[in-house]
Antibody
Framework: EVQLVESGGGLVQPGGSLRLSCAASGFTFSSYWMHWVRQAPGKGLVWVSR????????SYADSVKGRFTISRDNAKNTLYLQVNSLRAEDTAVYYC?????????????WGQGTLVTVSS | EIVMTQSPATLSVSPGERATLSCRAS??????LAWYQQKPGQAPRLLIY???TRATGFPARFSGSGSGTEFTLTISSLQSEDFAVYYCQQYNSWPRTFGQGTKVEIK
């Protein structure tokens, strides 16, 4: 069974940092592009970042560029999102999602999400 | 950035009735359009990809159509488990963008 399990969320003060993790199982992790998508409370889905299969190419939404860093460890089947300089507007559930084996793909599997709350 | 606009924001439908949801892209996305279903407290779930291909696990009462800038998700006969929020998403260009969602609620 394909499974994605996020962790690392929590309550953090403005300006703080967290590292989110997404543990993958049930598929060949190193063959898939991976993404982070977030959802603020009561709001819609917003794509945050993506990484290609070997980590050599990444991209970010403008709202997080320069503050968030996506990475992956294919040996550990784990995706990461380092979130720095957090703002109140970064408060959201962060989902990891599986893309395809190449760039042009939808998100066919999602984790259950991890909640990041930015508040003093 | 491609803006995805969904309508209506909320759709009130009785069980057994047909529901039609619309999604418009600000520029052509070809058929690189997906629909997701999200129930309260749950992660989104892929419903349709390639504008019209149903994902695993969804029954034939769900269908998608359209190409270019205009897309439609139809639920032919709503069942209780179909009441949820539905999002469209384009994967034709970066950044990937979602519509704001259509909530399908019980009338």
């Amino acid at each position: 069974e394909v499974q994605l399990v996020e962790s690392g969320g929590g309550l953090v003060q403005p300006g703080g940092s967290l590292r989110l993790s997404c543990a993958a199982s049930g598929f060949t992790f190193s063959s898939y592009w991976m993404h982070w998508v977030r959802q603020a409370p009561g709001k819609g889905l917003v794509w945050v970042s993506r990484i290609n299969i070997d980590g050599s190419a990444t991209s970010y939404a403008d709202s997080v560029k320069g503050r968030f860093t996506i990475s992956r460890d294919n040996a550990k089947n784990t995706l990461y999102l380092q979130v720095n300089s957090l703002r109140a507007e970064d408060t959201a559930v962060y989902y990891c999602a599986r893309g395809g084996t190449f760039g042009l793909s939808y998100f066919d599997c999602w984790g259950q999400g991890t909640l990041v709350t930015v508040s003093s | 950035e491609i803006v995805m606009t969904q309508s209506p924001a909320t759709l009130s439908v009785s069980p057994g009735e047909r529901a039609t949801l619309s999604c418009r892209a600000s520029q052509s996305v070809s058929n690189n359009l997906a629909w997701y279903q999200q129930k309260p407290g749950q992660a989104p779930r892929l419903l349709i990809y390639g504008a019209s291909t149903r994902a695993t696990g969804f029954p034939a009462r769900f269908s998608g159509s359209g190409s270019g800038t205009e897309f439609t998700l139809t639920i032919s006969s709503l069942q209780s488990e179909d009441f949820a929020v539905y999002y469209c998403q384009q994967y034709n260009s970066w950044p990937r963008t979602f519509g704001q969602g259509t909530k399908v609620e019980i009338k």
